[in-house]
T-cell receptor
């Protein structure tokens, strides 16, 4: 069965600093991979997705993610974090007909 | 174009009561899913549907029923509510297998006392 692991439950960064959120997946075939963001009390918004091709994908709000098959990873990055980026971030994989989520990483931004 | 609409937004139930969470989408999406979100556990798939008349179980289906009589609607039924079903429930829909990403509703916060 497929699974998604986000090793970091909480991360705190200073405003303007760079950010990397980790995601590891377990799936036998080439996965469809996603990053979603959830602001407090809100639903989930799609940041970016990877299906095939270029392993570095660009998303909304200045985020990017890199697919590394050898490491089974799909880490999310942003070069300079803004206070409005404080939220919970979820990595997800589609395997078969099911979208499976990791446990999430809560990002806090220090002024 | 309303996207994915969930009702109600909040609900309090007594143990043993039944209720239906409503989910409707107006994007003609084939795929629809129900998730529950609990602290530290991400979102866990309850049931999903790949089209009208077709449903299947996800990771945590026990205590929940679904049906898909139309493309637009995918209600989730709690048969006999238990405190362990206290959670935030999200409905999501997607065109095809989700290659364009899923669209999520704003959620239903359910408390079972």
């Amino acid at each position: 069965a497929q699974s998604v692991t986000q090793p970091d439950i909480h991360i705190t960064v200073s405003e303007g600093a760079s950010l990397e959120l980790r995601c590891n997946y377990s799936y036998g075939a080439t996965p469809y991979l996603f990053w979603y963001v959830q602001s407090p009390g809100q639903g989930l918004q799609l940041l970016l997705k990877y299906f095939s091709g270029d392993t570095l994908v660009q998303g909304i709000k200045g985020f990017e993610a890199e697919f590394k098959r050898s490491q089974s990873s799909f880490n999310l990055r942003k070069p300079s974090v803004h206070w409005s980026d404080a939220a919970e971030y979820f990595c997800a994989v589609i395997a078969g007909n099911m979208l499976t989520f990791g446990g999430g990483t809560r990002l806090m931004v220090k002024p | 174009n309303a996207g994915v609409t969930q009702t109600p937004k909040f609900q309090v139930l007594k143990t043993g009561q039944s209720m239906t969470l409503q989910c409707a989408q107006d994007m003609n999406h084939e795929y629809m899913s129900w998730y529950r979100q609990d602290p530290g556990m991400g979102l866990r798939l309850i049931h999903y549907s790949v089209g009208a008349g077709i449903t299947d179980q996800g990771e945590v289906p026990n205590g929940y029923n679904v049906s898909r009589s139309t493309t637009e609607d995918f209600p989730l039924r709690l048969l006999s509510a238990a405190p362990s079903q206290t959670s935030v429930y999200f409905c999501a829909s997607s065109y095809s297998r989700g290659s364009h990403g899923y669209t999520f509703g704003s959620g239903t916060r359910l408390t079972v006392v």
